[in-house]
């Protein structure tokens, strides 16, 4: 990639946390255990069940194909880090974390579909047929892909002289230039400039689009019908604040050299909690994927009664 005469970096993570390297282990663990559990399950419901091929579905199942891969940029490598003691990482594969990591994080912005099925019901079988729903869906990942690639390009060139720490849980490019002895002032203009045109923007018209959903909601005459789609929108926007805010607070609002804890605090936000929240929120929460689910689980031999949970 580059000639470096430091080879290997070390994460420092936790580690100055020594007394609750097992508790940490173990919460991890469950977490990811959990995160990858359910984005596989919404997967396979919305494959295996025919009524849930709509549009909505094949994007939720995007999205939660979109998770499991997210988290399994960030999480395995913490959780050896704590089960082994060895917290060193290959320049190469401090590159290749990043590079997936930005790629996936950026591929996040999938506001439309909702937008168009609450607000523009009548239009929606029209406009979301499967070729544009692919369409969408190829455009968010392309998206992504674009967003990382320039940057990791001008990271991939850097040089690495002196110290070898990284102090964060994954190879972040914000501590990991502080340790180039290059000129890093074009990769700092180019992470500002990624920052700022792939989560701002999108978070604006993320917003926005709730906003129509909140205008569109307050004509329904049905107070139950109101407090339901209420109920739905205000979680889905609290975990969409959450992923975008912490993301902006981060990389363009954060003085990085002394708030280190308080940036890996915000960054476990959109690394581990997004990504674990998301298969509630967003697909768990639904009838038609209730039904589907205590269909899968009585054909696998276990007897339940769909009735049961159709009314949640």
């Not at 984005?39 to 549009?55: G, Y």
């Not at 074009?186 to 993320?206: G, R």
């Not at 019908?225 to 993301?247: E, N």
Request: proline content about 4%.
């Amino acid at each position: 990639i580059n000639q470096t005469s430091i080879t290997n970096f070390i994460l420092l993570g936790f580690g100055n946390l020594p007394e609750l390297q097992s508790l940490l282990f173990l919460v991890f663990l469950v977490i990811y255990i959990v995160t990858m559990s359910g984005n596989i399950l919404i997967v396979v419901l919305v494959v295996a069940d025919q009524h849930l091929h709509t549009p909505m579905y094949f994007f939720l199942a995007n999205l939660s194909c979109l998770e499991t891969c997210y988290t399994s940029t960030i999480l395995p490598r913490l959780l050896a880090s704590f089960l082994t003691e060895d917290r060193t990482i290959s320049f190469s594969g401090c590159i290749t974390q990043y590079y997936f990591f930005v790629f996936l994080a950026s591929t996040e912005s999938m506001s439309y579909d909702r937008y168009l099925a609450i607000c523009k019901p009548l239009h929606y079988p029209t406009l979301m047929n499967s070729r544009f729903c692919l369409q969408l869906a190829a455009g968010s990942w392309l998206n992504g892909f674009l967003a990382v690639i320039i940057l990791v390009s001008f990271l991939s060139q850097l040089l690495f002289c002196g110290p070898n720490e990284i102090d964060h849980f994954y190879c972040d490019p914000i501590p990991l230039r502080e340790l180039s002895c290059s000129d890093t002032h074009q990769v700092i203009l180019m992470n500002f400039i990624l920052a700022y045109v792939f989560t701002l923007p999108p978070f604006l018209l993320t917003l926005t689009s709730y906003m129509c959903i909140i205008s569109t909601i307050l004509r329904i005459p049905s107070t139950t019908g109101r407090q339901k789609a209420f109920s739905t929108c205000s979680s889905h926007l609290i975990v969409v604040t959450i992923f975008y805010g912490s993301i902006v607070i981060v990389y363009l609002l954060l003085k990085h050299d002394t708030l280190r804890d308080l940036n890996k605090v915000l960054s476990l936000c959109y690394t581990v909690l997004t990504p674990l929240v998301n298969p509630l929120i967003y697909s768990l929460r639904n009838r038609e994927v209730k039904e589907a689910l205590c269909k899968a689980v009585s054909k696998c031999g276990f007897h339940q009664n769909p009735a049961k949970y159709a009314g949640t």
